[in-house]
């Protein structure tokens, strides 16, 4: 039987691709989606034209009862969970913090902290051995703004990703003599259509030349360190991080 991967955020950038090359790398793949159906559902379709199995799943992340049934749906349609790639994350425009609201960092920190919390909870309660389950694999995906603050753009998203990296080191302690292990990536500049919730879809470009590899990521790129995470060849691996980030 396929393992069976969840992968929130999965309808485009970075989830879309990780759950595309997960497909074919052998898993079956929940592409978990909050609005964008018909772009979920293409990713799907990609995957069954390459003879992958796939479902798309509408939940919100940061609402509890959605992440519940996001993962019994994915038992009901896949089989049961093996791996979890927390990628769901919402960013807004760029400004000073001095500008911001507490409107805005409540759904800052509650869709990419609290819905990372909560997806963390459902897995361990599956693939825990103290819970029944035999293991599996749970990767964050972060930011290189967790390390750099994002001054005078993103400072709250940046501290919602630094919150994510702690949990990610101290859940992998938590469980790691129950068989999960967790890791996360660290994306730096990458081109995807988040940018444009910030305000700016050619940031990539702008910035590139601070890169020290002179260049922005692709979305497959992160892929390919997920998928490594996630695979036998990380066996001995918990707690730690990639930086997808150039460099930088």
Request: with cysteine.
């Amino acid at each position: 039987m396929d393992k069976v991967l969840l992968v929130t955020g999965a309808s485009r950038g970075i989830g879309a691709a990780t759950a595309l090359l997960a497909a074919q790398r052998g898993y079956a793949v929940a592409v978990n989606y909050h609005r964008n159906q018909a772009a979920a559902e293409a990713v799907v379709a990609a995957i069954h034209a390459g003879g992958g199995r796939a479902v798309a799943i509408a939940a919100n992340v940061a609402d509890e009862i959605d992440v519940q049934r996001l993962f019994v749906e994915t038992e009901l349609a896949l089989g049961p969970l093996s791996a979890l790639v927390n990628n769901a994350g919402v960013l807004e425009q760029q400004m000073r913090l001095d500008e911001m609201s507490v409107a805005r960092w409540q759904r800052i920190l509650t869709t990419n902290v609290i819905g990372p919390l909560l997806c963390c909870r459902e897995a361990v309660k599956r693939l825990s051995t103290r819970h029944g389950g035999t293991g599996g694999a749970i990767v964050n995906v972060s930011s290189a703004a967790a390390r750099l603050g994002s001054g005078g753009e993103y400072v709250d998203y940046a501290a919602s990703k630094g919150a994510l990296d702690t949990l990610t080191i101290g859940l992998a302690k938590e469980v790691a003599a129950e068989g999960i292990r967790v890791n996360a990536v660290r994306p730096g500049f990458i081109y995807t259509d988040m940018h444009a919730d910030g305000g700016e879809p050619g940031r990539v470009d702008r910035v590139k030349s601070a890169v020290p590899l002179q260049r922005g990521g692709q979305p497959q790129e992160v892929a390919e360190a997920i998928l490594w995470l996630l695979s036998d060849a990380a066996s001995f691996t918990t707690g730690s991080f990639i930086d997808v980030a150039g460099g930088r």
